[in-house]
């Protein structure tokens, strides 16, 4: 493998995030001794598919969000028989859709919180859940979107000001800590808490210079901290993830531990910026940053 084209920028509403996640891969890539065509993502695909000709060895995609990380561009690059990193069409699209993912985890036994999904005009005269709750878009990622819902005015806030659907997932709001898990291939690297400056890990907290601080490995009970591995690799292969993914969590321990733990979602295209989780959990087992990008090229693969 020499020549690896790099997908970022977007459509979505996540550009910046991937913006600054390609940049970051460009830079890693190159010294570890690739060649590298960075092809910054527009809304128009004849472009994309332009700067795709004459064909790489391997696509990185470094996009985040909708039509980077759904399975759209995931059946592009398998029509035109390229290999690409992270996860193909199905598990793309089935993580990025909360409703469908929810679906997967519960087959497989997986612990989750309360929940259904609620038309966004019956959000307008009733709470779909008891307060505190918590309402998400169905297919938005980076916390774009995500409310806690504690009282009256809150819903009618957020019912009136919706913009992402006519449908959402209320969620039971789980007090408690915030932790995330990295899969890399078939292995759990390690379990990060989250603090966030604010109290809420909104989308500022996540990519905001000091909008969170994070801690690795996380200082939990050895058997939530183990429990919460095994869950993050369980969700990442029911899905039919590859290549990296990252699985977030809140971790109930108002009343003792071990407490309780309820996976939340899975991201199939982990952030790559200076304040992103992945890369953290990679370090701390000794995987710089450029041995992470050039792992995920070198295990890129096409139509799985």
């Known amino acids: 493998m020499k020549r690896v084209a790099v997908l970022y920028g977007g459509i979505s509403s996540e550009r910046e995030v991937s913006l600054a996640s390609g940049k970051q891969v460009i830079a890693a890539l190159e010294s570890a001794g690739l060649a590298v065509t960075p092809v910054k993502v527009g809304d128009d695909l004849g472009a994309v598919l332009a700067a ?3 064909k790489p060895d391997v696509v990185f995609n470094a996009l985040h969000g909708r039509f980077g990380e759904d399975g759209t561009i995931q059946g592009v690059l398998d029509w035109l028989g390229l290999p ?3 996860s ?7 993580a990025m859709n909360k409703q469908a993912a929810r679906a997967v985890f519960a087959g497989v036994g997986l612990p989750l919180a309360a929940g259904r999904v609620v038309a ?3 959000l307008h005269s009733a709470n779909p859940l008891p307060l505190p709750y918590v309402i998400k878009p169905l297919d938005e990622g980076s916390s774009v979107g995500v409310s806690i819902i504690r009282d009256e005015a809150a819903r009618a806030r ?8 006519p449908t959402a997932l209320a969620e039971e709001y789980v007090p408690g800590r915030e932790l995330t898990a990295a899969v890399l291939g078939e292995k759990a690297l390690a379990v990060t808490e989250i603090t966030a400056a604010g109290g809420f890990y909104d989308y500022e907290s996540k990519y905001a210079e000091g909008g969170s601080q994070h801690t690795v490995p996380a200082r939990i009970h050895p058997e939530a901290y183990q429990r919460v591995l095994e869950i993050a690799l369980a969700a990442h292969q029911a899905l039919g993830c590859r290549g990296a993914s990252r699985a977030d969590f809140r ?4 009343e003792g531990e071990p407490g ?5 979602e899975v991201n199939t295209q982990p952030g790559l910026t200076p304040t992103s989780l992945l890369p953290e959990q990679a370090a701390h087992c000794g995987m710089s940053f450029p041995q ?3 792992w995920m090229a070198e295990n890129a693969r096409c139509r799985e």
Do not use: F
């Open 88 to 94: 193909g069409v199905r598990a793309s699209a089935l």
């Open 251 to 254: 971790y109930d321990d108002t």
């Open 158 to 165: 957020v019912a009136r000001n919706w913009g992402y659907g």
């Open 292 to 294: 992470l990008c050039a």
């Open 120 to 122: 966004i005009r019956d």
């Open 84 to 86: 690409y990193t992270h």
């Open 260 to 264: 309780r733990l309820v996976l939340l």
């Open 52 to 54: 795709l000709n004459p």
